[in-house]
């Protein structure tokens, strides 16, 4: 019988490690969303804390970790947010973190990791090259190499969310997760598969980044060429095995949706909540949008998985009805 990495008695424990800044985020039924989709929607808010994401729950294990061990550095590769949280855990350990990312990536999130005092390295192409650069500076330095979603911390921080789901005061009748890496979508769904089996968990990604989806759909590892998407946070092109492996037992269903639907997702979510969400959070909301029928009358919870946004990209996507009110 197939086995996960991840383990339930420890995701319990890492509640007691993870700074309390990063748990117990808000969850709530949105009602103002209901008409506009169709069903009851729940959201659970992984923006209120210092890294604006929920990457941090992941990087407190592994900076705890590294700290117990006496390491003094570490570097990894990001999109933006799991290297603003590295960097925010790290800082307060005493390590000296490095984030390798794509010159590319969102302007907003490389302030920030310079911010919190990380050393950021550029790299002249996509995430997958950056995690290429972050390899070998981990080999050159002698350093611990930080893999989101490959490093179990990084999982079981992520589904701490789980817990805070299952012990809900409504059941959900499913449960919409952003898939990227996999991280977010294998931690929570192994926990809601042990807590409250009856709960749907779909994975959503979108159709212009569908690598991991591919891969669940097949059950087997599937790389893309490319990766085009607004949703940089989830855009990756080489899935990585043990990870799938890990979301075959923990996912009932993976979905890919169109750029139009995040974007829209991204515009409700501001309109009906008042909630500043980059793609990537917008995905759950996305996937009610396509598939209506689907989610009609049903109690569906989406978890806002991240805020960090370059706001002149985010007026344009969301329209002028936000730009004045974030003016």
Known sequence: ?????LDLDRIRAARRVIDPVFLDTPLYRCD???PALGCAVSVKLETANPVRSFKGRGTELVASRLAGEGAGAAVCASAGNLGQALAWSGGRRGLDVTVVASRHATAAK??????LGATLELVDGDHELARERAADT????????VEDSLDIETCEGAATIGLELADAAEPFDAVLIALGGGALATGVGHVLKALVPGTEVICVQPLGAPALTLSWRQRRVVSTDTAVTIADGVAGRHPIPAVL???LLAADDAVLVRE???????RMLFDHAGLVAEPSAALGVAAILEDRDRFAGRH???IV???NVDMAAYRGWVGTGATAALA
Not at 138 to 145: F, H, N, T, V, Y
Not at 260 to 266: D, F, H, P, R
């Open 260 to 266: 139009s639907s995040i974007v829209t997702g991204m």
């Open 1 to 5: 019988m197939q086995q996960t990495r």
């Open 245 to 247: 492996d890990d979301l």
């Open 32 to 34: 103002a969303l209901a």
């Open 110 to 115: 490389l302030d920030r990791i310079r911010a």
């Open 305 to 307: 998985c991240g805020s």
């Open 138 to 145: 981990a080999r050159r330095d002698g350093i611990r190499l």
């Open 300 to 302: 569906v919870a989406t």
